[in-house]
T-cell receptor, first 113, second 112 residues
Framework: AQSVAQPEDQVNVAEGNPLTVKCTYSVSGNPYLFWYVQYPNRGLQFLLKYITGDNLVKGSYGFEAEFNKSQTSFHLKKPSALVSDSALYFCAVRNTGGFKTIFGAGTRLFVKA | DSGVTQTPKHLITATGQRVTLRCSPRSGDLSVYWYQQSLDQGLQFLIQ???????AKGNILERFSAQQFPDLHSELNLSSLELGDSALYFC???????????FGSGTRLTVV
C-alpha cells in the first residue's frame, strides 16, 4: 500500500528566508510525486510533479522539490519565502501503474513579514 | 476559475437524507476524481472515473456512489447521511493520471 507522511503540521519562516516543507513516501515500485497548495476556501492547486528524470523539479511560483530515492523523500523548497506563500501544502504520491493518488495530511506554512 | 465546476457550493441537510454533488471537469480532461476533506481525516480519496468507467476506488462508503456521464460530468451521491459525513467534497480532473490534477472549489456539506 502507498502512503505519504508530512511530519510537520506547521512550518514558520520569516519573509525572505528559504523554506522547506518535508514529505516522505512509501510506495511499491517507482513513485509519482506531486505537491499542491491550498489557499483558504479554495480548492487545491497543482505546484509540481516528479515522474522521472532530474531529481530537482521546478514548479509554479518559484517552488522546487528534490526527489531523494534513498531517503524516500520529496521535500518542497523555495529560496526566498513571501508572505503570500502562507497556505496549506499537500504532498501526494501514486505508484507506477496505479490509479490512486494519496495525499498527505498537509503542512501549514506561515510566512511572517 | 480553475475550469472545474462544482455545484452546489454549500449544502445543509438533515441526517438520513440523500444529496447529489455535481462536477463538470475541465474541458478536455477525461479523468474525474472525488476527494473528501475533513479536519480529522485530511484529504481522502473516494473514487476515480476515466471516460465513463470506474478506474479506482478508495475509502468510499457503501452509502456513497458516483458515476461519470457521457458528457464527462460526474455526480457523487451520498445517502443515509450522518453527522460524520459533514465535510468538504472536492472534485478534480486531469487529462490522464500522469498529469497534475485541477481541483474545483469544493462543495461544503453540513449534515445537521
Amino acid at each position: 500500500a502507498q502512503s505519504v507522511a508530512q511530519p510537520e503540521d506547521q512550518v514558520n519562516v520569516a519573509e525572505g528566508n528559504p523554506l522547506t516543507v518535508k514529505c516522505t513516501y512509501s510506495v511499491s515500485g517507482n513513485p509519482y510525486l506531486f505537491w499542491y497548495v491550498q489557499y483558504p476556501n479554495r480548492g487545491l492547486q497543482f505546484l509540481l510533479k516528479y515522474i522521472t528524470g532530474d531529481n530537482l523539479v521546478k514548479g509554479s511560483y518559484g517552488f522546487e522539490a528534490e526527489f531523494n530515492k534513498s531517503q524516500t523523500s520529496f521535500h518542497l523548497k523555495k529560496p526566498s519565502a513571501l508572505v503570500s506563500d502562507s497556505a496549506l501544502y499537500f504532498c501526494a504520491v501514486r505508484n507506477t501503474g496505479g490509479f490512486k493518488t494519496i495525499f498527505g495530511a498537509g503542512t501549514r506554512l506561515f510566512v511572517k513579514a | 476559475d480553475s475550469g472545474v465546476t462544482q455545484t452546489p457550493k454549500h449544502l445543509i441537510t438533515a441526517t438520513g437524507q440523500r444529496v447529489t454533488l455535481r462536477c463538470s471537469p475541465r474541458s478536455g480532461d477525461l479523468s474525474v476524481y472525488w476527494y473528501q476533506q475533513s479536519l480529522d481525516q485530511g484529504l481522502q480519496f473516494l473514487i476515480q472515473y476515466y471516460n465513463g468507467e470506474e478506474r479506482a476506488k478508495g475509502n468510499i462508503l457503501e452509502r456513497f456512489s458516483a458515476q461519470q456521464f457521457p458528457d464527462l460530468h460526474s455526480e457523487l451521491n451520498l445517502s443515509s447521511l450522518e453527522l460524520g459525513d459533514s465535510a468538504l467534497y472536492f472534485c478534480a480532473s486531469s487529462v490522464d493520471r500522469d498529469y497534475g490534477y485541477t481541483f474545483g472549489s469544493g462543495t461544503r456539506l453540513t449534515v445537521v
